[in-house]
Every structure is written in C-alpha cells, then in structure tokens.
C-alpha cells in the first residue's frame, strides 16, 4: 500500500478543489465563481499543482495577448477524515 502524507487545506483549496471537479476552469474564472482575489486563487493553484492535486490540461494565448491556462482535478484521490485528526490526506490512484 502506498504511504499516505498528510496535509491541511484551507478552504480556499476545498472550494478551488470543488469547483474543478466539475469541469476544467481558468484561475480567472474560479475567482470570480468564489469571490476571492486572483492573487490568492494562483497562489492555491500553484500549491496544489505542486501536490499533484490539479494539472494544466489546456494554454493558450486570446486575441488580446492573455495567455488562459484551464485547470482540472489530477490522478491523486483524496481521502477527508474530519474530526481530531488531520483534515485531508492523499494517495497515488491506482
């Protein structure tokens, strides 16, 4: 069995995370859907890109020079256990 690692998300990752799973979305939409600054929204997707947890899965440039990237949920499965103990811990899918 693979080794679980723990780690704490906010709630601006859970709602980044959610908004994800339901389709492939820009750093710039997600921000307006939840209201929370770009800055803050690119700061949680790089953190959870690092953790395999969400993929750039499409990049381009507008026709006014704005390079989009559209993100999705990755391969990691994510197991959520509320309570005393840590609250999210993630695995590789097999």
Known sequence: ?????SIQLD????KILKGL???????QMLSRIYSMPIAECWKRIHFMEGLGLIRAILMFVSRDGRVLQFYETGDERLHVVVGDTPEGFFETAV
């Open 21 to 27: 799973s339901y389709s492939p979305k820009t750093p």
């Open 1 to 5: 069995m693979p080794s679980l690692e």
């Open 11 to 14: 709630d601006g990752c859970w």
